[in-house]
């Protein structure tokens, strides 16, 4: 299928992979860009040396476009963003914050930049600084959030701007790309689908947590203090919102989820770790190969796209 974004960037599908704190390294990367979306490396909260290293692991592992995502709360991001430049990764997607400062060292160094957006107003900044496309980022998704649905923000996005628009948050089958589609994207960003991949490090506890989640079990912590984080409902989240709601300080529930993402990706502590992931991990109840996911997804959606949906006219 080709998208203005298969062609911006390079790839053969216009599916690109979210930019998951720890979930997103090489491996991940490397096996989705390997089966002809867009893989990314997640930055996440890691060193600049860290992410360096990972590139030359992707860059070992295959040969296809890939692209880092740059967390912009990230205490070292600007020199993650230096690495960036030096390695002449081909496309930076950012998160959590305005990337407008590192715009021009990036487009020097022939970057493309997708910006993560959750408005219209930070869509059009974001286009006149530059940016190659956006994505539009519902609140249906897991992480860090914004507060328009998936639904709403993505058609007056692409209203908004003249750059491609992806679509992500609550994007996981041929449904919700088609969907997507529909609404003005270009493409897909798919994060807690592939969070559970085969080829995701991803430890065994926090998949489960997903493959097992019905349709209403992940709730949003942190909007007392403008920082809202969708995960899906455990011991740690009701501690967080009972502490929220008593009206504890910032410094206390930051203390309180100090490396708790980490607990729950890599240690598989999905009990008192922060099990981050989308309203659509309800649908999602299988582990399957990156190849497997991407295949599925784009025949799905092309005989949605084509017509030649089945059933009663
Ligand atoms: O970045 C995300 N999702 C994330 S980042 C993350 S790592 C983390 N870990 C622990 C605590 C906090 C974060 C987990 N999930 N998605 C992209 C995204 N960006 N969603 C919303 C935004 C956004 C919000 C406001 C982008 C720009 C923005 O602008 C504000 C400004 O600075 O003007």
């Known amino acids: 299928m080709k998208t203005k974004i298969t062609?911006?960037?390079?790839?053969?599908?216009?599916v690109i992979q979210g930019g998951m704190a720890w979930v997103a390294e090489w491996?991940?990367?490397?096996?989705?860009?390997?089966?002809?979306?867009?893989?990314?490396?997640?930055?996440?909260?890691a060193p600049a040396a860290f992410v360096r290293e990972q590139i030359h692991r992707v860059r070992e592992a295959t040969d296809k476009p890939f692209g880092v995502n740059l967390m912009l709360m990230n205490p070292e991001a600007d020199e993650i963003a230096r690495v960036l430049a030096e390695e002449g990764v081909r496309v930076v997607t950012t998160g959590a914050g305005n990337p407008a400062k590192y715009m021009a060292l990036w487009k020097e160094a022939g970057i493309k930049v997708i910006p993560v957006v959750a408005s219209t107003a930070m869509a059009k900044m974001m286009e006149r600084c530059g940016a190659d496309a956006v994505v539009a980022e519902g609140t249906e998704s897991g992480g860090h959030i914004g507060q328009a649905t998936t639904m709403t923000l993505v058609p007056q996005v692409a209203d908004?701007?003249?750059?491609?628009?992806?679509?992500?948050g609550g994007i996981a089958d041929g449904r919700g790309f088609a969907a997507a589609m529909m609404l003005g994207a270009e493409a897909v960003q798919i994060g807690t689908r592939f969070c559970v991949a085969t080829e995701?490090?991803?430890?065994?506890?926090?998949?489960?947590?997903?493959?097992?989640?019905k349709d209403i079990d992940s709730e949003v912590t942190g909007l007392s203090h403008g920082h809202p984080i969708r995960q899906i409902r455990n011991r740690m989240s009701r501690e967080y919102l009972r502490l929220e709601k008593e009206g504890a300080s910032m410094e206390e529930l930051e203390q309180l989820t100090l490396g708790?993402?980490?607990?729950?990706?890599?240690e598989g502590d999905v009990v008192n770790g922060t099990v981050m992931a989308g309203q659509?991990?309800?649908?999602?109840n299988r582990e399957q190969t990156c190849g497997e996911i991407i295949r599925e997804i784009m025949e799905q959606a092309e005989a949605l796209l084509g017509g030649q949906k089945s059933g009663r006219a």
Request: charge should be positive; hydrophobic fraction near 55%.
């Open 200 to 213: 995701a490090v991803t430890h065994a506890n926090y998949k489960e947590k997903i493959l097992k989640a």
């Open 280 to 284: 659509i991990a309800g649908m999602i």
């Open 160 to 168: 908004a701007v003249g750059i491609p628009v992806i679509a992500a």
């Open 27 to 45: 491996h991940l990367a490397s096996a989705v860009s390997e089966a002809g979306g867009m893989g990314l490396i997640g930055a996440g909260g």
């Open 7 to 14: 062609e911006l960037l390079g790839i053969e599908y216009p």
């Open 260 to 266: 708790s993402l980490r607990k729950a990706v890599m």
